[in-house]
């Protein structure tokens, strides 16, 4: 079944080739892919012709022959992931995971809370938590970026939470997944045109039209379509991207047809003018 699949790849790789080099993919995309077929799934990758990797996971292999399946394929992993519990606790092991994969940033994308159960006090903590973390990390040379996930959009005084962590990040940014943004109830271009320097790195993945958002952090994955087919304006965030020099925009699809999407989405990118 893979090797169809990489032949039907290949045959689309003219098409979107250059759309390619300029976007990413995060890893947790493929995750089914990957406890099947470790070399595989990077040949899949491959085949559509992404250099520029979010993940982190040696999916069970030594770090050592991970990286070395990945520099045979010339992949450039700049994004790793910190658990917020390793940022806050055991921060050594996030530095020897970006050391490992020679990565620019750090990216965390919870805040560890119970249930729905997240407030101002939650958000406070996570403030210092990342600061410290991050300061620590900008001495390495790496950077902390936080991916909110939606429950930062919960009203705050005059504004949101999200608005008292970006008036109160000293070290560390933040990535926009903007599927994330809209679920919570926030509108990523304005987000975007409000904080121009806080938005370091995006994922870029669009939601089903009808799908309605909420606050939790939580929606169905199969609610993740085609970038251009759902009801977020990719081509619009994508263009303000660029404008404000974000450099790295990874696909993330968390659906079952991830596979199958992932180069429809790469050939809408290419698409836009």
């Given at each position: ?135 620590r ?10 991916h ?53 790195l995006?994922?870029l ?7 309605k ?61």
């Amino acid at each position: 079944m893979m090797k169809k699949i990489l032949c039907f790849c290949a045959a689309l790789t003219a098409t979107f080739a250059l759309s390619a080099q300029e976007v990413g993919l995060q890893l947790y995309s493929l995750r089914n892919q990957f406890k099947k077929d470790v070399s595989g799934t990077l040949d899949l990758i491959k085949s559509w012709d992404i250099v520029k990797i979010e993940g982190g996971d040696s999916y069970g292999l030594p770090v050592a022959e991970f990286k070395a399946m990945l520099a045979e394929r010339n992949f450039d992993i700049v994004s790793v992931q910190g658990g917020y519990l390793e940022l806050k606790d055991d921060l050594n092991t996030v530095i020897q995971r970006a050391k490992d994969y020679d990565a620019e940033y750090v990216m965390c994308a919870w805040i560890d809370h119970k249930g729905d159960e997240f407030g101002i006090s939650n958000t406070k903590e996570a403030v210092e938590v990342f600061n410290s973390a991050g300061k620590r990390l900008k001495e390495k040379g790496i950077t902390l970026v936080y991916h909110p996930h939606g429950y930062e959009f919960r009203p705050y005084k005059n504004g949101t939470l999200f608005d008292y962590m970006a008036a109160n990040a000293e070290h560390f940014d933040f990535e926009m997944d903007v599927y994330w943004f809209r679920h919570g109830g926030a509108d990523p271009m304005a987000m975007l045109n409000k904080y121009p320097d806080k938005f370091k790195l995006m994922h870029l993945k669009d939601m089903q039209k009808g799908t309605k958002g909420n606050n939790t952090g939580h929606s169905d994955v199969e609610t993740n379509v085609v970038l251009g087919t759902g009801q977020i304006d990719i081509a619009a965030l994508v263009k303000r991207g660029k404008e404000l020099g974000i450099e790295y925009m990874f696909i993330e699809d968390e659906s079952s047809r991830s596979v199958k999407q992932i180069p429809q989405s790469l050939s809408f990118l290419q698409s836009i003018k």
